[in-house]
């Protein structure tokens, strides 16, 4: 049996999950926390511009719909600030045509709540997968 190098070891994943309902943020939580996952939480954009600027993240889960700094406007604001942090954008309205463009322009994927558990650990896979791909790039 071969042994793991440290190397070789899955750093821990850094997420911040942006909603405005705890409900959402917890579900989030839990299903994150057994993916070798490290959770922070935001309820809205404004509250995820601040920890985004004071910490270190590789993945931002965001409800569209909230108070104060929507998800489009936290999305394009992360492509200028942050354009190495992956984004998934996840709503329970429908989406408009210039909402479409800017998550296809932005967005790692998009979730259509109810949130699916199989779908999440796709995406926490899928951006492990681009972060090795840009660290053996370097």
Not at 23 to 51: D, F, H, P, Y
Request: aromatic share 2%; glycine share 4%.
């Amino acid at each position: 049996m071969k042994e793991r190098s440290d190397k070789d070891a899955i750093d821990p994943l850094h997420v911040l999950v942006v909603d405005d309902e705890p409900i959402i943020r917890e579900l989030l939580q839990a299903m994150l926390c057994n993916m070798q996952v490290s959770v922070t939480l935001a309820g809205n954009g404004v509250e995820a511009q601040r920890k985004i600027l004071s910490g270190s993240y590789q993945l931002v889960i965001t409800d569209i719909n909230m108070p104060e700094m929507d998800g489009i406007a936290l999305l394009r604001w992360l492509k200028i600030k942050k354009p190495d942090i992956d984004i998934v954008v996840m709503t329970g309205y429908d989406l408009t045509r210039d909402m479409l463009k800017t998550i296809g322009d932005t967005a790692m994927e998009c979730f259509v709540k109810p949130l699916e558990p199989v779908k999440v650990h796709a995406a926490v896979q899928h951006c492990r997968a681009r972060i090795r791909l840009r660290d053996n790039m370097r």
